[in-house]
């Protein structure tokens, strides 16, 4: 009984935004190979996009067709491929996914 009661508190304390890697999509789409959690790499890392665009008005969405279209350089001379040159398509339910993730680091 008490196990159980430490697992539930356990449960309790996490943060309700945890959201795991989506770790398919990053490496269907081969994120990785610019860009690294928490330093600039080819592009900018994951930290510094989120703390960038996370209060942003529709920043989601753009990023969101940014991953999706690809885009010109906001952070250097490298652009964003559009996602058929980085591992195939990319639903926008799968563009979203990566941006949520991305803009709680």
């Not at 943060?15 to 999509?25: I, R």
């Not at 080819?42 to 510094?48: D, I």
């Not at 279209?69 to 952070?75: D, L």
């Amino acid at each position: 009984m008490i196990g159980a009661a430490c697992i539930f508190a356990v449960a309790l304390s996490r943060p309700a935004f945890a959201q795991p890697e989506p770790t398919d999509l990053i490496n269907r789409q081969h994120c990785m190979f610019c860009h690294t959690v928490d330093a600039p790499f080819l592009a900018p890392s994951f930290h510094q996009i989120a703390e960038r665009y996370r209060r942003k008005p529709y920043a989601a969405d753009r990023l969101a067709e940014k991953l999706r279209v690809g885009g010109k350089a906001h952070w250097g001379d490298t652009p964003m491929p559009p996602a058929a040159d980085r591992g195939g398509p990319l639903s926008p339910d799968e563009a979203n996914t990566l941006v949520d993730w991305v803009l709680r680091q």
